[in-house]
Nanobody, 114 residues
Framework: QVQLVESGGCLVQPGGSLRLSCAAS????????GGWYRQALGKHRELVAT???????AYADSVKGRFTISRDNAKRTVSLQMNSLKPEDKAVYYC????????WGQGTQVTVSS
């Protein structure tokens, strides 16, 4: 059974940093692509960043230069380092992994507020 467990969501002040992690189990992790999505209240879920199974990354324009996605195949984790956080980054952040089939985590809340 595939499981994704996210952690790291928190309340942080504008300009602060957070690191989200997504731990996977039940899959051959190194063959899967990974990504982070977010959904703000009343809005559609949107792509934040992706990383392919071989480490190529892509970012939404709104987070380029501030967020960094990474993976550790030995630990079976996908992480999102978020710097210079803004109030508009407030959302529930979801981890997704996929190849021929996709799996979602349960989400972790990020709140950016003074």
């Amino acid at each position: 059974q595939v499981q994704l467990v996210e952690s790291g969501g928190c309340l942080v002040q504008p300009g602060g940093s957070l690191r989200l992690s997504c731990a996977a189990s039940g899959i051959f992790f190194s063959t899967y692509h990974g990504g982070w999505y977010r959904q703000a209240l009343g809005k559609h879920r949107e792509l934040v960043a992706t990383i392919t199974h071989c480490g190529n990354t892509a970012y939404a324009d709104s987070v380029k230069g501030r967020f960094t996605i990474s993976r550790d195949n030995a630990k079976r984790t996908v992480s999102l380092q978020m710097n210079s956080l803004k109030p508009e980054d407030k959302a529930v952040y979801y981890c997704k992994i996929w190849n021929s089939q996709g799996y979602w985590g349960q989400g972790t809340q990020v709140t950016v507020s003074s």
